[in-house]
């Protein structure tokens, strides 16, 4: 059974960074690339960037740049998005979600990440 | 970027009820279309890929079309089990982008 197992959800201080977490099971990591995906009720799906685990190679929406770094650790098949800079429009649920193979759809979704900012 | 449109924005139906959601992508995208559904307090999850096919163990009574630059889903008979958000997201070139949603409810 593929799983994606997210952190926990994170209250944190404007300006500050947070590092959340996607731990992948059920499927060999490397074969698959993983999404990030930002969740916010003004904005609704918004697709942050990919990750290819196997060859460490990352791409962004433009939107993100400078905003989200995308890491993963083969040897725990875990996937990590570091968000720096933190305002209130980073509030948000994120997701990690694994591409699909040959396509660019979003086939299983981790449970989702609440990242409240606030003072 | 290219834009996914959908329609209507909310929606009210009975059970067994047929309900469609349309969306509406700003350029040409083939046959790169997915529609997702989001229970409440439950993440996304992958229904229907490729303008028509559908994902693994999603019901019969989901099916989705293309006409042009538009793609529908439908809904044959509408089940309790189906309430939820239905978002289309287009995967024919990036950034991948979604549409605006679709809360459908009981009547």
């Known amino acids: 059974e593929v799983k994606l197992q997210q952190s926990g959800d994170e209250l944190v201080r404007p300006g500050a960074s947070v590092k959340i977490s996607c731990k992948a099971s059920?499927?060999?990591?490397?074969?698959?690339?993983m999404y990030w995906v930002k969740q916010s009720p003004g904005q609704g799906l918004e697709w942050i960037g990919t990750?290819?685990?196997?060859?460490?190679?990352?791409s962004y929406n433009q939107k993100f740049k400078g905003k989200a770094t995308l890491t993963a650790d083969k040897s725990s098949n875990t996937a990590y998005m570091e968000l720096s800079r933190l305002t209130s429009e980073d509030s948000a649920v994120y997701y990690c979600?694994?591409?699909?193979?040959?396509?660019?759809?979003?086939?299983?979704w981790g449970q989702g990440v609440m990242v409240t900012v606030s003072s | 970027d290219i834009q996914m449109t959908q329609s209507p924005a909310s929606l009210s139906a009975s059970l067994e009820e047929i309900v469609t959601i349309t969306c509406q992508a700003s350029?040409?995208?083939?046959?790169?279309l997915a529609w997702y559904q989001q229970k409440p307090g439950k993440s996304p999850q992958l229904l229907i890929y490729?303008?028509?096919s559908l994902a693994d163990g999603v019901p019969s009574r989901f099916s989705g079309s293309r006409s042009g630059t538009q793609y529908s889903l439908k809904i044959s008979r509408l089940q309790v089990e189906d309430i939820g958000i239905y978002y289309c997201?287009?995967?024919?070139?990036?950034?991948?982008?979604f549409g605006g949603g679709t809360k459908l409810e009981l009547k």
């Open positions: 979600a694994r591409k699909g193979l040959a396509n660019n759809y979003f086939d299983y």
């Open positions: 059920g499927y060999t990591f490397t074969n698959y690339a």
């Open positions: 990750i290819i685990p196997l060859i460490d190679t990352t």
């Open positions: 350029q040409n995208i083939g046959n790169w």
């Open positions: 490729g303008t028509t």
């Open positions: 997201q287009q995967a024919s070139s990036t950034p991948w982008t």
